[in-house]
């Protein structure tokens, strides 16, 4: 089975960027809600998703990532979705909600939109 590989970068001023790799399941999914809780706990904290290395996303994937977007949106900060790859996308246009979140093409188009 493969995990899920989770990259958190904290700047001390700026967004947390997490970089994922490996497929968001069930499982991942609740181990990365686990490291994400405390980020999202401080608001206002601005964070920016990387998808590029997520090659799956199941329902409970994706309705983690629609969850922490509306999270951190209450909380005063912004989340932006990186690169996700087609497959991906398929599933938050499926879910219907591509225009309730932000995606861009690059981290640092993330950080530029965070400024």
């Known amino acids: 089975m493969q995990t899920l590989d989770i ?6 001023e700026g967004p947390a960027v997490v970089a994922l790799k490996g497929p968001l399941d069930a499982h991942s999914a609740k181990t990365l809600r686990d490291q ?11 964070m920016v998703l990387d998808l ?12 983690l990532i629609i969850t922490l977007s509306r999270q951190i949106q209450d909380g ?8 996700p ?3 991906v996308m398929v599933i938050f246009t499926l879910l219907g ?13 993330a950080l530029a939109a965070l400024k």
């Open 76 to 83: 005063g900060g912004r989340l932006i979705l990186v690169r």
């Open 52 to 63: 590029a290395g997520v090659d799956y996303v199941a329902s409970s994937g994706a309705m």
């Open 85 to 87: 790859k087609s497959q």
């Open 36 to 46: 994400l809780d405390p980020l999202v706990q401080a608001p206002p904290q601005d």
């Open 7 to 12: 990259r958190i970068d904290r700047h001390p």
């Open 97 to 109: 909600v591509v225009d309730l979140l932000t995606f861009v093409t690059g981290v640092p188009e």
